[in-house]
Every structure is written in C-alpha cells, then in structure tokens.
C-alpha cells in the first residue's frame, strides 16, 4: 500500500496560484486517472483539473475560495486499490460528525415539550379580552411589531408562550394594524443572508477594484438616431436566408466600431502601468460582456475587423452561449483589445462602464426609444435614438480623440449603408 499526495499542477501559463471553486470528489472516493476532481480559477478562465493515478482519497486539503500555490499538496490517494473498507470510513465519521453536534444547537423540540399535553390547546379569546404573556413575551412581540390580541396562546388560561409566538410567526401571521381596526399590514423582513465572495465573482470585484483605482475614466455619451439602421436591420432579418443568423445591433456596432478605430489607434490597445508600456493593435478583438449564472464574463471575438455583420452576429451568439453554458475555452475568454457592453435590453439611458483591464476602452450600449425630434423642414418627426455611453483610458486617450472616435462611430450607424463600403 502505497500514498501518492497530488500537487495542484500547473493550470496556464504564468499561472503561480489558482483559487478553489469546486471540489467534485470527497474523501473515500474511489478515483481514476483523467478523472476531473477539481475545478480552479485562474484570472478568468475556470479548469477542470484531472486525476494522475487510481486509487482512494485519504485527505483533501482546502476549501472554495481558497488560493492555493501551485505545486501545493492538495490531495492524498492510496494507489494500490487494497484498501480496507474501514479507513475510508474512519474519514467518513470525521465529516459527519460535526453534522450530529450541531442538530442538538437550536433545540428547537425542548421548547415544544408542552405540545404533547393534549389539553394544550389554543384557547379562544372574547372579543376584546386582554391576552395574557409574560413580560418576555411581550417585548418579543413588541419588538416584532405582533399584536398579541392575533397570537393563540396555549399555556395555562390562554397564555400565551414563547412556542405561541414562534409558531404563529413560522405560519406566516402578521400584525393587525394597532390603530388600523384589524386590518392586516406588511410584515417586517428580518432574513439575512452571508455568502462567500468566491471564484468568478470574487476575481469580478478584484478587477472592478483595481480599474476604478488604477485608472482615471473618461466619461463620453453621445445620442445616436438608429432609425435607419432598424429599418435596415429589420429588412435583412426579414430577407436573410436559413442558415444565417438574426441581427441585433450589437453586430452593426461592432462593424462601425472596428471602421472607425484605426483612426483612434490608442483606443484599441493595452496600457502596461507598471512597466508604462502601450501596445496599439492593428487587428480588433471584440470584448462582449456577457452576463452568465457565474458572472460576468469577456468572451473575444477574434479578428472582428475580418468579419462582415453576419459573421459577426454568428460568432457572437456561439461565444455568449459557450459563456453562458460555462464551456468557453480559456483562450475565448481572453486577449480582447476593447470591449463593448450592452443593457440596451434592459433600459437605462446612461451609464459609466468600467473599462476592462488593461484595455483602454469601453463601449457602452444603453436603451433605445422612439422620441421626437425636428426634422430639416422643421417639423416634428418620430426618430428612434439610443445613447452611446462610452469610458476611456484618460491617461491614454485624451477626450478630444475619444469624440472623434464615437462620432465616427456615430457617423456610421446614422447612415448604415457607409457599414458596406
């Protein structure tokens, strides 16, 4: 019999730590080689992390949201398959234990041993009749907001106990309104709740911190008149064939955007802080951020300056369903040079996204509406618009070139058929 301890391998490269999400196997169980027993985080990318050998685990060590080193002992394994049914059990008691000790912490029964009394009934009250309670009891109720002339008590001649109160609030009672004649008002919310910023969401707040403390943004909203656009829009969808996909206007934004960014070269880049380098891309891989039952995530759509509006929508339905399905690779998840955002679906009429680390840029899609405007002629005309929201790098890009950026954007959207030439 032999004990093989696994350390936390290398997940990526560069990467000399990863934190715990998920351990998918537990002490006793019987494990195989290739097997995923353990999903990581690093930056924001989640692995699945594989077994090396046969065998049974005898001992884990670290628990989600823990960051662990890598090359960490993280799990022990007997490898020859000759273990006695009893030492997966002597690991098994240790982890229920705890489970027993706490069932006797809320003892919620001892304050129920009344309730076996058959005589223990709730007592009827004549109308107008004072309840009877203890002076705790009393303040519990007060402190509620209970009015104890709704509360059933059955303690001796209807008084009423703690157990009383407790199961009246359990089964939903509320307060009859002291001045409101009996009338039944909002019950008062007490739940809270503690979880653990762990995985995803935990790297999320990291960036959100450090861009907002590293970076000075720049704040850029232009109104944009998109009547053209979803008159077109709406005719290639009706017109487009089987096997292409339906347009938003994410794709026509993004097609614009990469038209207009080689004029803006220092919008399409990555910012190096500590070593004050700034790399321009000639190529534009789109960031989209995509909201996933995980979190937010920056599936990139590589080369998008490549790609025509069909194209673009088809890829960018693969990568947000492969983010939302938690099966984007780490390389899909990766490498954008500049990020566009959308609550367009939501509402909203301004925003102030924060840039996604090292970018420099951030675009923002808000909500669309039909509004009134003067046309040439002077006359009012229904036009639909939705405003651009867009932050900037300021130590990088300067806000006269963040304008010329978004109304170039601007440019194209406003007149759609500039997108094909």
């Known amino acids: 019999m032999s004990e093989y301890r696994y350390k936390l391998p290398d997940v990526g490269e560069g990467v000399v730590e990863a934190e715990i999400v ?15 027993i353990l999903d990581v985080m690093t930056d924001k990318a989640t692995v699945e992390v594989p077994c090396a050998v046969n065998g049974v685990v005898t001992k884990i060590v670290g628990e989600p949201g823990d960051v662990i080193p890598v090359g960490t002992e ?41 309730a076996p009394n058959p005589a223990a009934a709730p007592v009827v009250r004549a109308e107008g009749d004072k309840p009877l309670a203890s002076p705790a009891v009393r303040q519990r109720a007060r402190d509620a907001d209970i009015d104890l002339a709704t509360v059933p008590g059955t303690g001796p001649a209807g008084r009423i106990t703690h157990q009383d109160l407790d199961d009246f609030i359990a089964a939903g009672g509320r307060l009859a309104a002291r001045a409101g004649g009996g009338r039944s008002g909002p019950a008062k919310r007490t739940g809270v709740e503690e979880t653990k910023i762990i995985g995803l969401r935990r790297k999320i707040a990291e960036n959100m911190v450090k861009a907002k403390t590293t970076i000075p ?33 994410i794709p026509f934004l993004a097609a614009a955007l990469c038209k207009a960014l080689p004029e803006t070269p220092q919008a399409n880049a990555h910012y190096d802080t500590e070593a004050g380098v700034l790399t321009k891309y000639e190529a534009v891989h789109l960031g989209i951020a995509t ?21 673009l929508a088809a890829e960018l339905g693969r990568l947000a369903k492969a983010a939302r399905d ?18 367009g679906a939501i509402g909203g009429l301004v925003t102030t996204p924060v840039i996604n680390l090292p970018e420099t840029a951030i675009i923002g899609v ?21 405003n651009l929201s867009s932050s900037f790098d300021h130590r990088i890009v300067d806000g006269y070139d963040a304008a010329v950026l978004i109304q170039r954007v601007k440019g194209y959207l406003e007149n759609p058929a500039t997108l094909f030439m």
């Open 22 to 36: 998920e351990w998918r196997i537990k002490v006793g169980d019987t494990v195989t080689e290739d097997q995923p």
């Open 74 to 114: 993280i799990l022990f394994i007997q490898t020859d398959g000759a273990v006695p049914a009893e030492e997966p059990a002597k690991e098994e008691p240790k982890a229920e234990a705890p489970k027993e000790e706490k069932k006797p912490e809320p003892k919620p029964e001892p304050k129920a041993e009344p």
């Open 217 to 249: 943004h720049i704040a850029y909203v232009e109104e944009i008149d998109l009547t053209a656009l979803e008159d077109l829009r709406k005719h290639l969808n009706a017109t487009k064939r089987d096997d292409q996909p339906k347009l938003t206007l």
């Open 291 to 311: 909201a996933t039952p995980n979190g937010l995530m920056v599936p990139t759509i590589k080369h998008a300056e490549a790609m025509d509006v069909w194209e």
């Open 326 to 343: 938690g099966k984007a690779t780490k390389d899909e998840l990766s490498g954008s040079t500049i990020t566009i955002t959308s609550l």
């Open 366 to 386: 808000n909500k669309m509406q039909e509004l009134p405007r003067f046309d040439d002629g002077g006359r009012v005309v229904p036009r639909k618009l939705m």
